[in-house]
């Protein structure tokens, strides 16, 4: 798990045949570890960090306990020798803990509302193992590394994975808002839920829109506030859409020292933009052209070893910044689950909207949104009949859609908006897009304004049509932090601010900048609304590459995909008749990496 020389390892032995460990960068929860009780028989490890810990203490003096020693790990003691496993949801923040409970012999594993920190585990064998990385388990002695073709069939329809599903059996991925007890005695494990979607507050269906946003931007800057604690340098991945830019301002308006790196194709919206905003604000700004693609040669089996198959190649475009950013910051305040919270994202690309679904029309629809709209598009129906070889067909064959269909039942009991917007938190910013921050954190930590509790709270409460549009998310930065209005947002080149006769200037200045280009002379600079070019950059510069990984011996003869229409698939991709084919082609050349590194060594 150690991925840099710059990791810390820590660990020891807890009870009679269990130990406790953790490894990570070091820059949360940076005392010594585990922290063990007073008595003794309670030890813990952790790591994150808990935004609420004064108020945690307080609860704890109230309850006519002591202060407890030891920041965090300790406070976690404490609560758990005093409220036992209910103190779970007192915690605000992102975690993941251990707790070896020597009264009971018995282990406690939990993570955060949003399960922020993958964790996955196993139990066989009289073993109860689990750990923020696979490899930790598969790669144990004695584990029986089988391939699961339920999670083969996810990613290739889904570029992820759903639910519980690695792709190992035996090793499930823990639940957002869980925690899982296992008796070392009785060799027995249970799982249970102590937070899910489920228990936010009802709509709010009384409150005016202006109320909403005044709310909304005061606890999204008491958000951001609490993000700008410490002594950690501070950083932003600044892009031209919403959410970095409105992270930056609250940050500058609050009178912290930031800085912001953007990377991209030269002359894209991402660098032309965040650059203006940077400047705007007075910040700190680094910017990382990404003249061709041969850094993903160079950087993809980093990715794939930090993010162990999870998300494709696709998605390791930070690459090229990651370790020089060390420089400049130690976390990065990421805009990650922004455009999901305050804009609700799924629901305004929803492919056949809400009015008058069934429950098959809703599942039929959720599935199309998250093969062909949520991502590149995808492999279709007529795609995965000719992909695997006969014999892996007969396993693989629905299992995409029965694994979608058996998500949504937690779901169940909400309405169809509600439904798709919940499932969206989860597969389609936890299970995907967050793996660019697991990725990061083997460079920085990462703090999640947009992920904070209380704001979370008033916001899922809020009727649904206030957040359709970036209607809420708009009215807020205008109203908050107006600066950041002026420059362009990167997806339609236009003025977030809401002074009308500014943005029809603007836009009439944009169309004549157009038809000028088109029909006379190409004088004003255009710039690309994609940051990169996966796609392009495998035809030109990685076609042998790409060649090489799914051409091999290795691969022809590996057993589960037929060769004949892998070979279709990349002379497709390589003529360019199809504009997003790189949605098929990528996870056929991850899936061969990871089964080369994880299941091949």
Known sequence: MSLKPWYREQHGTVGAGAGLGQVNIGKFCSQPQPVVSRDGQVALVCYGEISNLADLQDRLTRAGHGAAEGGMPGLLVRLYEVFGREFLGMLDG???????????????????????????????????????????????????????????????????????????????????????????????????????????????????????????????????????????????????????????????????????????????RDLVYAARLAKQLGAEHHAFPQENGRWMQE????????????????????????????????????????????????????????????????????????????????????????????????????????????????????????????????????????????????????????????LMNFVYSLPMDFRKQDRLYLAVINREIPRVTRVPRDTDDMLLTDRTWIRRVHGSWQKTRRIVNRHLFHIFPEFPTFHSDPGGWVRRDLRDWAAGILFDKRALERGILDPAFVRSVFDLHMSGVELYSIGKLAPLITFEMMMRRFFDE
């Not at 794939?304 to 130690?330: K, N, V, Y």
């Not at 009949?385 to 009991?413: G, I, M, W």
């Open 94 to 268: 992102f975690f993941v803990l251990a707790i070896w409970d020597g009264h009971h012999r018995s282990l406690l594993v939990a993570n955060d509302r949003l399960g922020l920190v993958p964790v996955f585990y196993a139990h066989q064998g009289g073993r109860f193992m689990f750990a923020t990385q696979v490899k930790a388990i598969s790669q144990q002695a004695g584990f029986d590394r089988q391939l699961n073709l339920a999670a083969v069939a996810q990613f290739f329809r889904f570029q992820r994975l759903l639910g519980e599903n690695t792709f190992f059996e035996g090793i499930r991925w823990l639940r957002h808002g869980s925690c899982l007890v296992y008796e070392a005695d009785r060799d027995c494990l249970s799982q249970a839920s102590y937070w899910d979607f489920d228990r936010l507050p009802e709509e709010n269906r009384g409150i005016s829109f202006g109320e909403a946003v005044e709310e909304t931007g005061r606890l999204l800057g008491r958000a951001v506030e609490k993000c700008l604690q410490g002594e950690q340098r501070l950083g932003i991945y600044l892009t031209g859409g919403l959410d970095s830019r409105t992270i930056l301002g609250f940050s500058r308006r609050l009178g912290a020292d930031v800085s912001t790196i953007t990377y991209g194709i030269p002359g894209c």
């Open 299 to 454: 950087h993809v089996p980093f990715h794939l070893e930090a993010t162990e198959g999870f998300t494709t190649l696709i998605h390791s475009h930070a690459a090229i910044s990651l370790e020089p950013a060390r420089q400049w910051m130690d976390v990065n305040l990421t805009g990650f689950n922004g455009d999901q919270l305050l804009g609700c994202r799924v629901v305004d690309h929803f492919p056949v909207g809400f009015a008058g679904l069934s429950e098959a029309s809703f599942l039929t629809a959720i599935f199309q949104y998250h093969n062909q709209y949520s991502v590149w598009p995808g492999i279709t129906e007529a795609d995965e009949k000719q992909l695997y070889l006969p014999q892996v067909y007969n396993h693989t064959r629905d299992a995409a859609f029965e694994s979608l269909r058996d998500d949504l039942r937690y779901y169940q009991r909400l309405p169809y908006e509600r439904r798709a917007d919940f499932i969206s938190q989860v597969n389609q910013c936890v299970h995907l897009s967050h793996f660019n921050m697991v990725y990061q954190r083997a460079y920085m930590e990462n703090r999640y304004p947009f992920c904070d509790y209380p």
